[in-house]
């Protein structure tokens, strides 16, 4: 099924209309005759979206939509209310309780469908509605539609801007930040023009034939502009033009007027889309932003275990392909616990963020440092043959050596590190590549510790015995630029 629908209408006739409709497009229904059934069925199970009858008991099915919109899993339900023609006090009361859209109860089933449609996308596109509850929380999305209006830049596209109908101009009046207008020969979808809503004003022109090929056109450039591409879009079309309603839907306008609406309802729809905007960039913000938290360590900022070994595996796909030789190195403080135990966590906290600082800044661009474990960072050295890795690797050992941490007493707080360094060559290719190359640095990681710590160690095989401790000559110097 491609939906779960949930129809409230008290006519039985229509009820079944709409059923025989949806089912022919694969949605599943389930009827109710009124607001107190379905809000049982609510209850129940979820549907992916609501068609609500206003009816004859309007206070009923307001109601309804104001417990819709007052639940936590339900607040972001779409709603389509019906009601009768020309009653346009109703249909901006109906949008002001919280449905999304509001036709006629006799709409042309086409035109119903692609708003439904239209309405499943949106939801499906905002990110916070993929996540469970306790999720969106945790990534700070779990917020509802601000009540105020964003003062967002909204450009009304028209062939017509020195003779604005009367409803134009009062909206540019209206609107929180004003408004801009712009011709459509302008190729509003084309340039670098960026806005939170545009309005195409396709009242004055021909429902079919170019003029609807040159709207058709401007949507789907909007839609695929990154400039313009999360802005809403609003039609305003001509009374009766169904197939281009549809067709403008389905081509991803958010919102369709017909020329004849009522000014107030117009403004408030305008406002209504503005205010999803705002919502939908905050969302995808945090979304992103979750998303790097996922991979960040958020005691030193350094990339986290999942994020390395993400890493590796491009790595190792380019070897093999035949690419350059990598390098991986694991480091892993000496004597930590006495460093917590001595001196306190706080300070065990600090000594992690400047090793983590001091490693980050001695490393190539390109290279990426790690934390992956407690006291435990890895160096991902592109492009890097053994030797010149374990030169890096023993430069940094030099420098956590000779670094003097800050403590609570105020004297310097002297760490070392000891490393094992394992080289990914053409011999390794095959699978499993990153977790071999990364037991290869682990054991020769424990056979630094072995041998005394603060010293590196190079891996010489899967199971072969690791190399002794490797230490520059004399002639080798230590403090060497970034390789």
């Not at 409709?21 to 979820?46: F, K, M």
């Not at 009923?60 to 819709?68: P, R």
């Not at 469970?132 to 017509?160: C, E, N, Q, S, Y």
């Not at 890493?311 to 380019?318: D, Q």
Request: with cysteine; charged share 25%.
């Amino acid at each position: 099924m491609a939906g779960h629908i949930l129809i409230v209408e008290s006519t039985s006739s229509r009820r079944i209309q709409l059923r025989g409709l949806l089912a022919a497009a694969h949605y599943g229904t389930v009827l109710c005759p009124d607001p107190q059934a379905a809000a049982g069925s609510l209850a129940e199970d979820l549907p992916d979206l609501v068609l609500l009858d206003i009816g004859t008991d309007r206070q009923a099915a307001f109601t309804f939509l104001a417990a819709i919109r007052a639940r936590a899993d339900s607040a972001a339900l779409p709603v389509i209310a019906f009601v009768g023609p020309s009653d346009s006090g109703l249909r901006l009361a109906a949008l002001k309780a919280g449905a999304d859209d509001v036709l006629q109860g006799c709409a042309e089933p086409g035109l119903l469908l692609a708003r439904i449609r239209s309405l499943l996308r949106e939801r499906d596109a905002t990110p916070a509605l993929h996540l469970a509850r306790g999720a969106a929380r945790a990534l700070g999305m779990a917020d509802a539609m601000p009540a105020f209006v964003p003062a967002g830049r909204t450009v009304i596209v028209t062939p017509r801007p020195d003779t604005l109908p009367p409803i134009l101009a009062t909206l540019a009046r209206r609107l929180p930040g004003g408004a801009v207008f712009l011709d459509p020969e302008a190729n509003p979808g084309t340039g670098d023009i960026s806005a939170d809503l545009f309005v195409i004003d396709h009242a004055g022109q021909c429902a079919d034939g170019p003029d609807a090929a040159r709207l058709f056109r401007l949507i789907a450039d909007l839609q695929s502009r990154p400039a313009t591409r999360h802005a809403r879009l609003m039609v305003i079309v001509p009374e009766g033009a169904a197939a281009l309603a549809r067709m403008a839907l389905d081509l991803g306008a958010d919102d369709l007027v017909p020329d004849t609406v009522d000014h107030d309802e117009l403004t408030f729809r305008i406002r209504t889309l503005l205010r999803r905007k705002s919502l939908a960039d905050s969302r995808r913000d945090r979304v992103e932003s979750g998303l790097a938290a996922a991979l960040t360590d958020p005691l030193t900022g350094l990339a986290n275990r999942r994020h390395a070994v993400a890493e590796l595996e491009v790595l190792a796909e380019r070897l093999a392909d035949g690419g350059p030789a990598w390098s991986a190195i694991l480091l892993d403080i000496d004597h930590f616990k006495r460093v917590n135990d001595t001196h306190g966590h706080a300070t065990g906290d600090r000594v992690l963020r400047e090793l983590a600082a001091l490693l980050r800044a001695n490393v190539r661009i390109g290279d990426l440092v790690a934390r992956i474990g407690g006291e435990e960072f890895l160096v991902m050295l592109p492009d890097t043959p053994r030797i010149p890795a374990c030169i890096v690797a023993e430069r940094l050992r030099h420098l956590v050596e000779e670094a003097r941490i800050p403590t609570d007493a105020g004297d310097g707080l002297q760490v070392t590190l000891s490393a094992g360094v394992a080289t990914a060559e053409a011999c390794m290719a095959g699978d499993g590549i990153v977790p071999r190359l990364l037991g290869r640095a682990d054991r020769a990681l424990y056979a630094a510790k072995s041998a005394g710590r603060n010293r590196i160690t190079v891996a010489d095989g899967d199971d072969g015995p690791d190399r002794p401790p490797w230490r520059p000559e004399p002639r080798l110097p230590v403090l060497l630029p970034c390789l």
